[in-house]
């Protein structure tokens, strides 16, 4: 079955660095980087100790607060260093990784037979459960709770992501294996959604509900797909698991591996040769970098993830959990003389106020990471509806998290959103208000609040 | 590029000072500030806030110029200096540098004292609380004089322009907090405080008021009559003007209200650009249409005797509203003002219509003073967030419907 999904609000922003469809073996990274802040809300109990070795798969932390959610090394080595920040907190394990890696063997699931409780247990001990996340709040997924459907978007239109009909090439039995093993977690639908035009792996996939988008991003965000097919309300869940983590989950089910191999994205205009490589989940981003890839002493943003909603890292950073892309683009810390007034040709905007985007709307733009003026008190209105294609009044859910009001959120759909829906709207947003932020802030608050 | 160094320097060596954001709002008026985004959107849209009300300033502009000619020009054509003009535009008797002259050093004092009083407050608040001056007082600087009659003494515009900036915006927490519009606050505030100032047949005209206290100090001149012509149908007397003098704005009236033409053209290059709302304006028109119509309607079947005094302007044919008085300039630079405005759109559509609905509706109603736009979109910015409530709770209720629906 297949249903059409189009969306006309919206905004494709066109940036220069595409990654060229070639994928290189990345060489292996020494050094292996598991940052809890990558798990949303997740307080880490450390199982591995300084000093100690693990193998891939094996469990580095759980979650305090819900124990049965482990957390795997990426790969196998020895566990060099804690990095801890104030009070304490755990910000990063750094794993040295053996030359011969070695894998935990978690046994594989024969699919037919395993009923939902067995998945559920597998995908747990093995570390895959932080790949399945849930709304409402956007944090990884109670494994007590039933979701009454699983979205999974096989489309990225966010600006330079990684095209997913060419990086799940050739999974195609991972892919059918997790999501056989997902649809046995939910008495609802697993709804997949693919580009209308795509020749992607997931359309073949069988027990799904597909779906076809079209449209401006963010036609390919699984919020999207959600709001537009069966909105979350209150009391109800959802799960969604990023399509590239369906490969990892699949493997683990077909062969008892936790192989955190995945194909990410090298791209953004300070990349000398964008293109695709094959690497693990934690590996440093100068094993990426190092060949034609930034130039030396210039001035870039790393961004581990996309442009709109990754995280910064350092050029000694590491690529997060959940990324498949890695963007790098110049920093914009410079003055420009009179650029809030003079005609603008070489930035993205939804006005014509003197910039001249709306032109040329093919273009490649090479934009930096400059606000391109300061941060004001929302003043203008009806900009953010353009480029939302939500169910939901943009604006006004902002201003309810900002003076937190937790009726007024509830009620104008918060258990629907995440951060990263709201990211054109800041791109856009003349008041350079941090739009994710305050989403982000106030789902911990209705999280802590509600529950 | 040594200035650019050299401000930046500055900048950093007294980042701790009390008075920096007073420095901040002239540096970032010369240079985009070097700020770059942190975690969120990692790229950001080329508009900000300057340059939105710079746009809106570039709209104004034609009107103010257009000011200043026909304010010379309205002064010589009652003193009998000159011929009226006939039809066209560009009427060699309208362009003329002597018109220019005087209508320029009129109204170039109104614009400093505008701009000088106001961001001097918006400098002064913006230290105490120690937040950067924001750029919603560069719209309403331009238009307070585009808005008063040409004759107004500065002292009442400083005056006027103290209270509408502190008492109608900064009270409420400055630049995109304000419940009213503060250039209609402060053109309020002058309207009730000096009504023989705002309103009547002396005012609109340059050098009417110093005529008639010539006249009663016993000298033999004639009087200068500047009426508008809302206040001639008022009294139901026959229009001087022709159709076309309303359209291209030779007519006597605040500075910038009279060239609906111009006002039109910088209508349309705002929502060109996306900053004004095309929906408040399209409603505001309707809405006015409709009210126009009812009336004619009204005077038109004998509802009431001609004899009556709303029936002058009541018999006045329904799209002539649209091109006298403010009612183009309120609608296309006034109405909507995003921040006192609707800020939903289908809120926008009800928002403009009643803008437009009232202010006919005001205009007819009050012969002493027959106007409308000023209160009619005052008005409506206290119901505007009344009516986003109303849009914003049928999205609620179809959220709530869903999950009847689902547990039913």
């Not at chain 2, 000619?69 to 000159?82: P, S």
């Not at chain 2, 018109?99 to 009129?106: A, D, E, R, S």
Request: with cysteine; net charge neutral; glycine share 10%.
């Amino acid at each position: 079955m297949s249903n059409d999904i189009r969306i006309k609000k919206g905004l494709d922003i066109k940036l220069k660095g595409e990654a060229e469809k070639t994928v290189e073996q990345a060489i292996i990274s020494n050094y292996c980087t598991v940052r809890p802040e990558d798990f949303h809300g997740v307080i880490p109990k450390l199982v591995a100790k300084e000093g100690s070795s693990v193998e891939a798969g094996g469990t580095l932390f759980y979650n305090k607060a819900n124990e049965v959610i482990k957390f795997s090394s990426p790969v196998s080595g020895k566990v060099v260093e804690i990095v801890r920040g104030p009070k304490r907190r755990i910000d990063a394990i750094k794993i040295e990784a053996d030359k011969k890696q070695s894998y935990r063997d978690f046994g594989a699931l024969s699919l037919d037979s395993a009923g939902a409780d067995e998945v559920k247990a597998k995908l747990l001990e093995s570390g895959c459960w932080p790949f399945v996340k849930q709304r409402p709040y956007d944090v990884i997924a109670d494994p007590e709770k039933s979701p009454k459907a699983i979205f999974i978007s096989g489309y990225a239109s966010a600006p330079l992501a990684a095209d997913l009909d060419f990086t799940l090439q050739g999974k195609e039995a991972e892919l059918q294996a997790a999501v056989t093993a997902l649809s046995k977690l939910t008495e609802g639908k697993v709804h997949l959604a693919v580009g209308r035009k795509s020749n992607s792996p997931l359309a073949g996939l069988t027990g799904v509900t597909l779906h076809k988008v079209s449209g401006p991003h963010p036609s390919g965000n699984v919020g999207t797909l959600i709001n537009k097919i069966d909105p979350v309300n209150k009391g109800e869940v959802v799960w969604t698991v990023a399509a590239q983590d369906l490969v990892i989950i699949g493997e683990l089910l077909l062969t008892g591996r936790f192989n955190a191999e995945r194909v990410v994205a090298l791209a953004g205009s300070s990349v000398q040769k964008p293109r695709y490589f094959k690497t693990l989940i934690g590996s440093e981003v100068a094993t990426l970098i190092y060949d034609k890839g930034v130039e030396k002493g210039g001035h870039d943003r790393i961004i581990s993830g996309n442009v709109l909603s990754g995280k910064q890292i350092k050029p000694d950073g590491a690529l997060d959990y959940y990324s498949n892309v890695v963007t790098i683009i110049p920093e914009g810390d410079d003055y420009e003389f009179f650029g809030w007034n003079k005609p603008v040709f070489n930035k993205v905007s939804t006005s014509r106020a003197l910039t001249f985007s709306w032109l040329n709307p093919k273009k490649e733009y090479d934009l930096n990471t400059n606000t391109n003026g300061e941060h004001r008190a929302f003043v203008v209105t009806g900009g953010y509806e353009e480029v939302f294609p939500l169910d939901i009044y943009p604006l006004q859910i902002l201003k309810a998290c900002m003076y937190k009001d937790l009726d007024e959120m509830e009620a104008l759909g918060m258990y629907e959103v995440a951060p990263e829906d709201f990211a054109l709207t800041e791109f856009v947003c003349v008041s350079k208000q941090p739009h994710q932020k305050i989403i982000r802030e106030g789902l911990d608050l209705m999280l802590k609040e509600i529950g | 590029m040594g200035l650019k160094k050299k401000l930046h320097d500055f900048k950093i060596k007294n980042k701790d000072k009390k008075w920096l954001p007073a420095f901040s709002a002239i540096h970032t008026f010369l240079f985009l500030p070097d700020e770059t985004t942190h975690n969120g959107t990692h790229i950001k849209a080329a508009d900000d806030l300057k340059r939105t009300m710079n746009t809106v300033i570039m709209a104004m502009i034609p009107c103010l110029i257009f000011g200043m000619f026909n304010a010379g020009y309205q002064h010589h054509l009652a003193l009998g200096e000159i011929q009226a003009v006939t039809g066209s535009f560009f009427s060699a008797e309208f362009w003329t540098m002597d018109n220019f002259m005087v209508g320029f050093w009129k109204i170039l004092p109104l614009v400093i004292v505008s701009y000088g009083v106001g961001l001097g407050i918006e400098f002064i608040f913006a230290i105490i609380k120690g937040h950067e001056v924001e750029e919603g007082y560069l719209v309403t600087g331009m238009l307070v004089p585009l808005i008063v009659p040409v004759d107004i003494p500065l002292w009442m515009l400083a005056v006027a322009v103290i209270f509408g900036v502190v008492i109608g915006k900064e009270v409420f927490g400055g630049t995109g907090m304000n419940i009213l519009n503060p250039a209609l606050t402060i053109r309020a505030f002058l309207f009730f405080a000096y009504p023989t100032w705002m309103s009547g047949d002396k005012v609109w005209v340059h050098g009417a008021v110093e005529r008639d206290q010539a006249i009663a100090a016993g000298e033999n001149l004639d009087a200068i009559s500047g009426e508008t012509i809302l206040g001639v149908l008022a009294q139901g007397k026959e229009v001087a003007y022709s159709t076309a003098d309303m359209f291209l704005g030779f007519i006597p009236g605040s500075v910038g209200e009279t060239s609906t033409v111009l006002i039109l053209l910088g209508g349309l290059f705002l929502i060109f650009t996306k900053i004004g709302s095309w929906r408040i304006m399209l409603s505001s028109v309707l809405g006015a249409v409709v009210m126009g119509l009812i009336f004619n309607q009204v005077a038109s079947a004998g509802i009431i005797s001609d004899s009556s005094k709303f029936y002058g302007l009541m018999s006045a044919p329904f799209w002539e509203h649209l091109i006298i008085g403010g009612f183009a300039f309120g609608t296309v630079f006034m109405a909507t003002d995003p921040v006192t405005a609707s800020q939903t759109n289908k809120g926008k559509w009800i928002y403009g219509f009643l803008v437009g609905f009232i202010s006919i509706l005001i205009r007819v109603f009050n012969p002493a003073y027959p106007e409308g736009v000023m209160l009619a979109i005052l008005l409506m910015n206290v119901f505007a967030p009344t009516i986003d409530h109303y849009v914003v709770q049928g999205n609620v209720k179809r959220r709530l419907k869903r999950v009847k629906v689902k547990t039913a």
